[in-house]
């Protein structure tokens, strides 16, 4: 489909918007899109079905880590949770009845990998390169591919020589049998904590091979039967109420870790709970001893789990806390000399996060001819709101520097709808050209650095975290230092005068107009 293109007559133009990634962030922005009659859009993805991590992540034990309720679009509250705490399939089942209720299923193109996007001064267009050699023209680009999508390997000596089984939680194989094989399970973060004890009662033995020790919250997981669920069917104010109260709970945590100089005593609340919670788990205490992390809850992403700790009192599964050395054939050998031979190698090791080439994960080059997720590696991550950096215009993030919260679906709905007033404004300017000032952007990193100031990252004791919350300016870039709630306030509320904005002209007079226009707005 091409767009007729009013101010440079000689350019085809694709579609008006392009986004690229079809998870929740891309579902949720085409969504707020169509909300507001804005329906020239196509969602680019990569693979051949919808769902982003969650259809990537289909490890044994996937779920999610905050309540349910408060998990999900605010507008489409689903009634049929099974539980507090739902499993990796229902959210699939919620993402895609999304949707398909919203009319977003028209706008996909699958199996469509992006390779990089280039701003076109020439006529204020982005040219986006796909991996098959085609280009789509668009006015805008929205990167929505979020963070957690490329899986990290680690960086061991021999660990390509192995030669049992070797996969990622990331990219978990289902045709492999787990069952009475020997299993070693590298790292202790988040995925793994659900892994291990979905597991262990089917392999042979497990060893688990722990660098960071994680922070373990009891989970209060309540299963919801048909009568919760028809009461919420049909009283649709019951489940707005739970989650109200869900996302006062989620609210006061973010409170805590940005608040953290003003009240650790909120921090050090959870650490004696979660440290309440192991001794009531675990029998060994030079076990124990093991697993109490050395820095403070909060540095990086806590867990949820009744059944992590309990796995460990099993005498097939052993806790392994000294250093890997390499990688052999059959095993591995740890900083002891000690080698574990295995058939199945597990690695719980994350996902990239602040590093160039991730988020967004294809290049970005914009007015300037610089790619910004080198500018961001080399300098230091910024967004204004989150959403927009100069010289990339017409260029948004559904997530960006300093905008990571515990729900993903809170962040993205109050970006997505800061992108649309963005949008709406320029049309009501008559312009397609939209870039954030680079004084408010300075203006705005410059707070966001202050407020992490107050915040727990800042603590000293973060450096033993080994958290993906922080880049390598050793600045903790991904979370925001602010609560969900106000991110809610400050999108409705904060002004646009920070956006320049370039009315629609003839080609040959387009720099000049756009140096007028930025005057005048400047002013």
Known sequence: MNIA??????????????????GISGIGTGIELKKHDMNSFLILEKSDSLGGTWRDASYPGIAVDIPSFSYSFSYELNPEWSRMFCEGDEIREYVDHCAKKYGIYSHFRFNTKVKKIVFDNSNNTWVTHLSDGTQLVSYYVISATGILNQPKYPDIPGIESFTGKKMHTARWDHNYDVTDKKVAIIGTGASAVQIIPSIAKQVKSMVVFQRTPIWVMPRVNLKLGKAAQSVFKYVPFAARAVRLITDAGLNLGAYAAVNYVKFPSMTRSAETACIKHINSQIEDPELIKKMIPEYDFGCKRPAISNDFYPAFNRNNVDLVAEGIERVTENGIVTADGVEHEVDLLILATGYKTQEPGN???FEVIGSKDYDLGEFWYENRYQAYNGVSVP????????????TGG?????????????????????????????????????????????????SVFKNAACAAANSYYFDNHGEASLPSPFTPFWRWFRVRMVKLDAFRYAPMVSAPNLKTAMKETSSTIDA
């Open 391 to 402: 010289d990339f215009p017409n260029f948004f993030l559904t997530f960006g520097p300093y």
């Open 406 to 454: 515990l729900n993903w679906f809170s962040m993205l709905e109050a970006n997505a709808l800061f992108i649309v007033r963005c949008l709406k404004e320029a049309r009501k300017k008559n312009s397609r050209y939209i870039e954030v000032t680079q004084e408010a952007n300075d203006e705005y990193l410059a707070d966001m650095l202050i407020k992490s100031e107050s």
């Open 5 to 22: 293109n009013n101010e440079f007559p000689n350019v085809n133009i694709d579609h008006e918007i392009i986004i690229i990634g079809a």
């Open 359 to 361: 988020a967004p994960s």
